[in-house]
Nanobody, 118 residues
Framework: QVQLVESGGGLVQAGGSLRLSCAASGIIFRIGVMGWYRQAPGKQRDLVASITDGGMTHYADSVKGRFTISGDNARNTAYLQMDSLKPEDTAVYLC????????????WGQGTQVTVSS
């Protein structure tokens, strides 16, 4: 059974940094893409960043220049380095993985809370 487990969330002051990790287990195929989504209370789930097995990355405009996504194909792990955090970054961050580099996302983690205080 495929599982994605996120870690690294927490409470941080505005301007601070956090690093999220997503570890995939039970994978018997090569992951094509891994992504980070976030969802704040009462809002829709939005894509924050993604990375393909070839290393191509994509970022939401709201996090460009502040967040960096990276991946380790051999370990089926993705990371999200979040710097210069803002209160509006507060949300549950979810990891997702897909078999194809152009999507869709087939598997989802449970999420990790990120809270940025002003």
């Amino acid at each position: 059974q495929v599982q994605l487990v996120e870690s690294g969330g927490g409470l941080v002051q505005a301007g601070g940094s956090l690093r999220l990790s997503c570890a995939a287990s039970g994978i018997i195929f090569r992951i094509g893409v891994m992504g980070w989504y976030r969802q704040a209370p009462g809002k829709q789930r939005d894509l924050v960043a993604s990375i393909t097995d070839g290393g191509m990355t994509h970022y939401a405009d709201s996090v460009k220049g502040r967040f960096t996504i990276s991946g380790d194909n051999a370990r089926n792990t993705a990371y999200l380095q979040m710097d210069s955090l803002k209160p509006e970054d507060t949300a549950v961050y979810l990891c997702a993985a897909g078999m194809r580099s152009n999507g869709p996302y087939d598997y989802w983690g449970q999420g990790t809370q990120v809270t940025v205080s002003s």
